[in-house]
């Protein structure tokens, strides 16, 4: 089981540039979440899924765009790059809702400046 | 609303001396889960500690202990003779059951151990 992965590992971009951060998990999850973790802040919920073909705003949504086609994949979107989306971005999964299977398993990270 | 606390931003001890990490939440819901994430340099996060709002019996695992107190709001996390190896950042979280799938994250205490 590889578990929860991430690509790419780091990526810089320019303002105004788009991007896709990929996010995979082998461990048969229904619960895929998008975080952000920025100096001091913890990790932000951005978006999230419950299932395949859906998708949820978490608490720091705008700038973002997610899709989540397949059950083992969840995309992250940044349609038009801004310095302030420089951040370290974790993908994670869980079982599913339920009281003793919704831990939340972690990626790798994704470490991206937007310069 | 949903909140959780670390006031200790960073903490540096001695190897083999024991460290408490500080954990206050807030949240309205009568069912709730805790949870303790390890971030070491490396950078990804590890799960440590799942407990339940109905369960408020501590727990040890080697040299980790969680002491869960209902009536101050806290789930403190002790590492007895720590090592250089607990070098780390951990983020105590929070999931209400009236939140759907959302965890709430402190914003982490960065502990160093001195060898």
């Known amino acids: 089981n590889a578990g929860v992965t991430q690509t790419p590992k780091f990526r810089v971009l320019k303002t105004g540039q788009s991007m896709t951060l990929l996010c995979a998990q082998d461990?048969?999850?229904?619960?895929m979440y998008w975080y952000r973790q920025d100096p001091g802040m913890g990790l932000r919920l951005i978006h999230y899924?419950?299932?395949?073909?859906?998708?949820a705003k978490g608490e720091v949504p705008d700038g973002y765009n997610v899709s989540r086609l397949k059950k083992q994949n969840f995309l992250l979107g940044l349609e038009s790059a801004a310095p302030s989306q420089t951040s370290v971005y974790f993908c994670?999964?869980?079982?599913?809702?339920?009281?003793?299977?919704?831990?939340?398993?972690f990626g790798p990270g994704t470490r991206l400046t937007v310069l | 609303a949903q909140k959780v606390t670390q006031a200790q931003t960073e903490i540096s001890v001695v190897e083999k001396e024991d460290v408490t990490l500080d954990c206050v939440y807030e949240t309205r819901d009568t069912t709730y889960y805790l949870f303790w994430y390890k971030q070491p340099p490396s950078g990804e996060l590890v799960f440590l500690i799942r407990?339940?709002?109905?369960?408020?019996q501590n727990e040890i695992s080697g040299r980790y202990s969680w002491n869960f107190q209902k009536s101050t709001s806290s789930f403190n996390f002790t590492i007895t003779a720590s090592q250089v190896v607990d070098s780390a950042v951990y983020f105590c979280?929070?999931?209400?059951?009236?939140?759907?799938?959302?965890?709430?994250f402190g914003s982490g205490t960065r502990l160093s151990i001195r060898p």
């Open positions: 994670a999964s869980s079982y599913e809702e339920g009281w003793d299977t919704d831990t939340q398993y």
């Open positions: 461990m048969n999850h229904e619960y």
């Open positions: 899924s419950v299932g395949e073909g859906t998708t």
């Open positions: 979280a929070l999931r209400g059951y009236s939140s759907a799938s959302k965890i709430i």
């Open positions: 407990r339940n709002s109905f369960d408020e």
